[in-house]
């Protein structure tokens, strides 16, 4: 959970081995010694890639992000190909008329990619979903906590508040992860026996923000002015923050127009929007209350915890939840009966009670989960703006990048890079067991952050890292608690996958 997460200032570090300073013909051979990487020092290469003519380049890159035959990972796969090099330049979606600029150079493999969470050595400002910015019209007018570096005065204050906000209630966490998810897989039998299937995804949004909102706030929405709407309102306010970013299966050039080309005016969402913000401003009440003693306005509180709530944890379950459901559908039977054997043995062990020294006793679910998140990491793509001048490593080659050059991390690419992991394009629920899995969490990166470090005022990891990996792990145990194993049907979705529930065979051990 996030009480586990560190607060203190981080201490300056060295130059970290995925980059160094670029080195030229008439830097002294004091720069040179200093420009050497702690480890082998790489040869270098000019980054491939162009970005073709002004517009036209644009258009095309977003024409083949978005339609191309290969999808998303074939847009960038095809790249590396062709350049043999996985660090290139491209421009990233939605390009014209929505991002000034398009232009960024891609890492596109484990080595690469750390550089994005340094800030000593790239600039976070306004980065949080890319090239573009949404209008502050959809956050109340603030700049919330996401799109802040974390040289900005209030940066540490807004993270301070939603530490504060993961762990304030941290005793009511299980028991309320308990009880909603528990209605949930009821309200999913009774569904697969009316009908023969259950939409995972569709009970999971309602259980998500009301476990939300009962663990952390002591409110149930559904009694409150939102009643149920408070998961369809959400959901249309995240799309029309990230509609320049998604796919909807329109018609191409109807799409394309309507999402890719202009932003979704803020104006027909504002009552949706301002039906959230009045919820927040009533039951996060204690929080703004501690936002205000931090120095923070109530105003820029209540928008800063509604985004937190909403887009980053309930955003975060939307579509990592169905993800997990998804690869342990897929994992079969034999992986669900060392599941079973391992949550009802450790929960047999402590009188029966799922508490946090259970799930201590049950390294193969955290190890699920952790696998999950690495093979399809909830957030895709991280960004970051060169503070200098410097030299980025792959595994093969080092890459001069100047000064105010976009950096852009296709999280997947890094992830599931086969010089790292073994069968990476496998899901392996045991793969992080043990000491050798153990030393593969580093590359475990889907917080903004490796999988063993703990988020500070410094940095731009999640704040509630241990809090998700800690809820994913509840739903793992809420399962098979309940059921031997359980089959699924899945499908695409804007947002994560579709997994249809086809079969839950209840618990006979």
């Not at 939840?321 to 599941?339: D, I, T």
């Not at 998140?373 to 960004?383: K, N």
């Amino acid at each position: 959970m996030a009480t586990a997460a560190s607060m203190s200032f981080m201490s300056p570090t060295p130059t970290p081995a995925w980059v160094r300073r670029p080195t030229r013909a008439s830097a002294s051979a004091t720069d040179r010694k200093d420009a050497v990487s702690p480890k082998r020092r790489l040869p270098l290469r000019k980054v491939p890639g162009d970005y073709g003519p002004p517009l036209v380049g644009a258009l095309r890159d977003r024409y083949e992000y978005f339609y191309g035959p290969g999808g998303r990972d074939g847009f960038f796969a095809a790249r590396v190909r062709a350049h043999r090099s996985t660090v290139v330049r491209l421009n990233m979606p939605p390009g014209p008329f929505v991002a000034r600029d398009p232009r960024v150079v891609a890492l596109l493999d484990a080595a690469s990619f750390p550089v994005l969470f340094d800030t000593s050595l790239v600039d976070k400002t306004d980065l949080f979903t890319g090239t573009f910015m949404p209008s502050t019209d959809l956050t109340g007018g603030y700049r919330v906590l996401s799109y802040l570096d974390p040289a900005e005065p209030n940066h540490a204050q807004l993270k301070t508040l939603l530490f504060y906000l993961l762990s304030h209630r941290r005793q009511h966490v299980i028991p309320s992860f308990r009880d909603v998810y528990g209605e949930v897989f009821g309200l999913m039998e009774n569904e697969l026996a009316r009908v023969g299937k259950a939409d995972f995804g569709q009970h999971n949004d309602a259980a998500a923000f009301g476990f939300l909102c009962q663990s952390l706030l002591g409110q149930d929405p559904v009694k409150s002015v939102l009643g149920q709407e408070g998961p369809k309102l959400i959901t249309k306010w995240v799309l029309f923050q990230l509609s320049p970013l998604f796919n909807l299966g329109l018609p191409t050039l109807v799409e394309d127009a309507l999402l890719h080309s202009f932003r979704l005016p803020p104006a027909l969402v504002k009552k949706d929007y301002d039906r959230l913000a009045d919820f927040f401003r009533d039951a996060a009440k204690t929080v703004v209350d501690e936002g205000e003693r931090l120095g923070i306005p109530r105003e820029e509180a209540v928008h800063n915890i509604l985004f937190a709530l909403c887009f980053n944890s309930f955003g975060g379950m939307k579509i990592l939840f169905p993800n997990v459901m998804k690869w342990l559908g897929r994992a079969g039977a034999q992986a669900h009966g060392r599941l079973a054997t391992e949550v009802r043995a450790a929960v047999r062990n402590n009188g029966g009670e799922v508490t946090m020294k259970a799930l201590a006793e049950m390294p193969l679910v955290k190890s699920a989960v952790y696998e999950a998140l690495r093979i399809e990491p909830p957030v895709a793509m991280q960004y970051g703006r060169a503070k200098r001048d410097m030299v980025v490593e792959s595994h093969d080659y080092g890459y001069e990048v100047r000064e105010g050059e976009m950096l852009f991390g296709y999280q997947p690419m890094a992830t599931k890079d086969a010089r790292v992991f073994a069968r990476p394009e496998e899901y392996l629920p045991d793969r992080f067991l043990g000491e050798d899995g153990a030393r593969l969490l580093r590359h475990v990166v889907w917080s903004n952050g490796p999988e063993t470090a703990s988020p500070t005022l410094h940095d731009k990891q999640c704040a509630g890292k241990d809090f998700v990996v800690l809820v994913a792990r509840l739903l793992l145990v809420e399962l098979f608690l309940r059921y031997d194993s359980f089959d699924v049907v899945v499908g695409n979705s804007t947002l994560g996958s579709s997994v249809t529930i086809t079969s839950l065979k209840k618990a006979t051990f």
